[in-house]
């Protein structure tokens, strides 16, 4: 079955839309139609907006984590295993803009960097790396370079550590950056930790394939 | 007899409410289990020696397939006509068959066409699917003899590590058997599922499912009645058989048999299973069979055969600390392991286990049923309703073959489903038109070493130099954790054709032959399944109108509101008969003749907004219908 995101295309007249349903009018960012009690589909809003948060970069996992829940509860196929195929499809659209919602914001990372792209720092996709300057590409390739010479499990873990201290120091950058509205140093932190996380998996993978 | 048919006019029309009942399904490898909630409690159905498992073995003798414990009992006498463990092959290529080592339990009919893997049964050619398939129908029959009337849905349980190809081969083996899948659940999340209920557990529990054929390991976040898989990992390729493998190589070469055909190695594998169960209560056990005439009888203690499995146990630890590590957790996180599969009750697992988490596992229900317990309340949730809700996974990474035969991951594992990703390619030579899209699943770099899910094959992308066309792929992967690839050239809007060629399962035309030369009605089923489908959204469109007229039936004149009702009454008339055409056309004719009524009703709402009503108030409204 193919989710079709029906996203706008209804023709939006005042911020209502036309109900699968009943055909009456909707606000746009309605869950469930106020006439026929009709599942709507998930509409374009941003992340936070989906989970019913502020735009902030600190935000408090357990509540994120609770917002999530309490949508997925009302919103999830599941839910409408009885219902016909269109409305069983329209929630799994609802479920499938919830999960990319949770996914994105529940990552510092992702979270950063979907924060940069809604302010047009970044763009779709991949990191931007005209933004990446000389001396942290030459310190990435060090890094990498004492990854490659490290033997053994003992120092590839004693690489780990170090490089996930720097992580977690560069998450609370990162939270300042963006309190101070300074997306500009914000966007360079997220690009180092980015480098980080890189180093962190190959790390990781090179010590699985030392212990297999 | 465990197979019946019923004719329609056998069966009384049920009622509503037994039309809607719904059984769960645990298709294991070794064994199956079928149950159901009645009242509240799940119940695992039985036979009259009060025997829940039935054996997934199939017996094709004479015209009717036979199953079960009476199939089991024709092995010694037809080794070539009984099939078990098919559960292995589900959405297997040719390939991956020979791959498994050691003497094959199972003829391969050789074929050049390709795609999944078909057994020759004495004198007939049968896939997977339809063996299975004949399994779901001897328990379908079992929930049905046992009710009384007609069974239409389940719910049925895959392994977690099930890949693309084998859960569509599941789903395809039940449309077979005439059944409707509400959903497919992951064992582990079944088993959680059947644990969580009694205890009303919260925190974080590890399912170690360790079955005939395959082992999951799923880490869950269980809070308030949300059952939250957080990672899932095992190996397809590892279970039970792998320990009575061993004990029948061992066997082999301390007799110096060879060269055993396919029945005998059946023969040999069914010895060793018993022994391997006695050693299970007992310190000692002999194997014994009759191979080609030739007696063999060897005994064997619990310690030697402990040290043949150990390695086969400490594959699964290593997945286990694999997920624990996906989910970023230690074992110290985990409040509590619960024991799946029958293979959990050999001692050696059990010390492993305790020893990887610190702490015993829980085993208060029996780890053969409690799969099948699980499936069961989420068939009565999906159709009663409850405050339960499965979020799963996806357990293995999906990606495209790019250049090179490097895979470009699009999903990666271990994220929540449903999910729709998209990724965006270009074309690599001027003036290409065409392209292909080999959608594969693994977590290794190279296409050979991913498994093949299918090439879609992109045509009409417009004439462009190479590359200046942006060709956006998008994977779909639904609840069930079944994947749907699409692609669109982005510049241009074209939607470009897509031809779907799994590599490892059946294509409609054969499906569509195995609908026509089964023996049950499954295709009047389906037949019925559209109309039941067609009255659902009869129903819904006629409860909308409903609500409609009477929240703004005031702004219809008289003349607009008969007509109105006049093509509501048709499609109430229409949804009471048989018809599904005449079905479709009174929603056509009702859509019809309420546009101009919808028309209104927009029209005031936006004079509304205008004269300053906030819509932001109206909004607000609503969306506390499904605010947490
Ligand atoms: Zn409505």
Redesign the interface.
Known sequence: MAVVQQIGGNGANAGFVSCWACKGPVAGRALFCHTCGAVQPPGSVDHFARLGLERSFDIDHDHLEKQYLGFQRVLHPDRFAGKPAKERAIAESQAVALNEAYETLDDPLKRAQYLLRLAGIISEGTIDKTVADQALLMEAMEKREALSEAEGVDAIEQLMVEEGKGAIELLSVISKAFAADDLAAANRAVLRLTYARKLLEEARLKRAALEE | MLLQIHEPGETPEPHALER?QAIGIDLGTTNSVVAMVSGSHPEVLRDSHGEGLVPSVVAYLGEEPVVGKAALAELPRHPDRVIASVKRLMGRGLGDVKRLAGALPYEVAENDKGGMVRLRVGDRVVSPVEISADILKALKTRAEEKLGHRVEKAVITVPAYFDDAARNATKDAARLAGLEV??LVNEPTAAALAYGLDSAAEGIYAVYDLGGGTFDISLLKL??G?F?VLATGGDSALGGDDFDHALAEWAMKRTGIAGLTSGEAKILLQAARAAKERLTMAPGAELKATIAGHEIRQSIDRGTFEVLIEPLIGRTLRACR?VL?DARLTAADVKGVVLVGGSTRVPLVRAFVADFFKQQPLADIDPDEVVAVGAALQAH???RGSDT???DVIPLSLGIETMGGIVEKVIERN??????KAQ?FTTYQDGQTGMLIHAVQGERETVDACRSLGRFELTGIPSMVAGAARIRVTF?V??DG?L?V?AEERTTGVKAEIAVKPSYGLSDEEMATMLRDSLTHAREDMERRLLL?SR??AE??L???A??LK??GGLLGPAERSEVDRAASGLRQAVAGEDRARIHAGMEALDRA?HG??QK??D???QA??KGQR?DE??A???T????
């Not at chain 2, 994220?415 to 729709?420: D, L, N, Y």
């Not at chain 2, 219908?625 to 947490?628: T, Y």
């Open positions: 809607s509400l959903r809070q308030k949300v939250q694999q590590e949730a999906l159709t809700l499965l979020l994220t929540p489903i449903p999910v729709t965006d779909a639904d609840a079944l749907t699409s489908e659902v959204e819904r469109v409860l909308a109108l609500a409609a929240a703004d309420t009524f919808a009703r927009m005031l709402a936006i907004a205008l819509l109206v909004e409204g609503m969306a219908d499904g605010a947490p």
